[in-house]
């Protein structure tokens, strides 16, 4: 015979339950006394009304623990779409929680005390920067794509590159953007080779517009051949129709000068003779996730008359951070000083190496019992189909785990992925490789390491 479970109200008088109930909260502990008990039960089993409520503790703290939690991104992606792309400068954050904590102008005009716009906060800086007419912003690229397409082309045909017809991580791809757009594409040449008499040939009366995708996360090689984006706005001009291009990544300024390989900016697509051009908010711009149109006025008005244009809206928190963004990008010395995502592109190699040589001896002890440690070359990618074929010499720390057998990578891995802050690395050849490129929080990472 078991003895009986004690009671709800007993458990709840243990000094430690009380102290649960002032940090957690009386509902939440109750809760987790109340589904330890049940599962005792279902167990035939039996404990002490101390027992239950250590038991209950951990239960209620474990529901109650943010899911979404800072990680360390060991992956040597520094874009990395499942880790929550750029991080954010400090002065976005704070931007950002000044906004969502108060009411602000986000739609009002304080000169005139009228309704006002919310995308006027940003338009001032993206003419400056992109030198465009007009713009509109929303919930992220793939947002600004659909948007676009609807407005502009709706029951009507677009003319899209065979070779653009992409599929970007975490499912857009433009033929399904294109036909939720209520749009027809009309593919133009073929995978490698596309030329401007094949776009003349193919359009129709039921054109609406032409459409040129950055092939952002892979590259035609061989025997290629693409319309300059010149080419193609003259020929889309001579027709009477819009040419737009969709960047992706989009970053402002020219990445050259920092050492990175030439990205195309909005400026130059639209000095090339782009009608409209969208890009990310949270890819090379290094901000919260967006997507921006920038370009003719009178497009730009067309797009915000639609009602997808409510439904894809920013909110006052990501406003509020671009525009710091747009701001600090005014002072490219200072960009990369203040955004985190161009010091991660930028972080020279021999930073990181030094960053690797002070770690390797502490890590080596530390992990004595489980891996073998080496500091090795790597090669850290931009992301976010960013720059795609261009790599950024980096060093990683490479864990061959003691233990043999098939899976004993994969189980390391997963040792590190349960620490309190998760370390995110890649695995490759039975080693786990974390690549320091993105480590900033030195004293962070040790302290981790002593709880593993
Ligand atoms: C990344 C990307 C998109 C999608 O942008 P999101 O901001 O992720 O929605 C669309 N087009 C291109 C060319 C891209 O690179």
Redesign the pocket.
């Known amino acids: 015979m078991s003895s009986p479970l004690p009671a709800v109200d007993l458990v709840l008088r243990m000094p430690a339950a009380g102290d649960a109930v002032e940090r957690l909260g009386r509902a939440p502990v109750l809760d987790a006394v109340r589904a330890e008990l049940a599962q005792l039960r279902a167990d035939g089993a039996t404990a002490d009304a101390e027992t239950v409520a250590q038991k209950a503790i951990v239960r209620a703290a474990a529901e109650l623990a943010a899911s979404q939690r800072p990680v360390f991104n060991l992956t040597g992606t520094v874009l990395h779409?499942n880790l929550g792309r750029a991080p954010l400068p400090p002065e976005a954050i704070e931007a950002a929680a000044r906004a969502m904590a108060n009411a602000t102008n986000l739609e009002y005009e304080l000169g005139s005390g009228k309704r006002g716009e919310r995308d006027a906060h940003l338009r001032g800086w993206l003419r400056k920067l992109t030198g465009a007419e007009a713009s509109s912003a929303v919930?992220?690229?793939?947002?600004?794509?659909l948007l676009l397409l609807n407005a502009l082309a709706l029951r009507k045909e677009v003319l899209v590159s065979r070779g653009e017809l992409?599929e970007?991580?975490?499912a857009?791809r433009?033929p399904d953007i294109m036909s939720r757009a209520g749009c027809k594409l009309v593919e133009v040449g073929t995978t490698n080779r596309t030329h401007l008499i094949d776009f003349a040939n193919a359009i129709g009366p039921k054109t609406a517009l032409i459409m040129k995708?950055?092939?952002?996360?892979y590259a035609i090689q061989g025997f290629t051949s693409a319309v300059p984006e010149a080419d193609l706005a003259k020929l889309a001009h001579e027709r009477g129709l819009p040419f737009v291009i969709?960047?992706?990544?989009g970053s402002l300024i020219d990445l050259a000068p920092f050492g990175l390989p030439h990205e195309p900016t909005p400026r130059e697509a639209l000095a090339l003779g782009a009608d409209l051009v969208?890009?990310?908010?949270?890819?090379l711009l290094g901000g919260p996730?967006?997507?921006l149109i920038v370009g003719k006025a009178e497009l730009i008005r067309r797009i915000d008359r639609n009602p997808l244009k409510r439904a894809l809206r920013l909110d006052k928190g990501r406003l509020a951070a671009l525009e710091a963004v747009l701001r600090l990008h005014a002072d490219p010395d200072r960009l990369r000083q203040r955004s985190p995502t161009l010091r991660l592109l930028t972080r020279p190699e021999a930073e990181i190496a030094a960053l690797g040589e002070r770690l390797l001896p502490l890590v080596q002890v530390k992990l004595a019992a489980m891996a073998d440690v080496e500091l090795v070359p790597c090669q850290s990618q931009i992301g976010?189909?960013?720059l795609p074929v261009d790599r950024l010499p980096s060093r990683a720390l490479a864990l061959r785990p003691k233990a043999r057998g098939g899976k004993a990578v994969e189980t390391l891995a997963a040792r590190f992925r349960a620490l309190a802050v998760p370390m995110i690395g890649r695995i490759a050849d039975g080693r786990l490789l974390f690549d320091l490129r993105c480590l900033e929080d030195e004293p962070g990472f040790c302290q981790q390491l002593d709880l593993m």
């Open positions: 779409t919930n992220n690229n793939a947002g600004a794509v992409i970007i991580g975490g857009f433009i995708v950055h092939p952002s996360n969709d960047l992706g990544s969208t890009f990310s908010g949270d890819k996730q967006a997507g976010s189909g960013s």
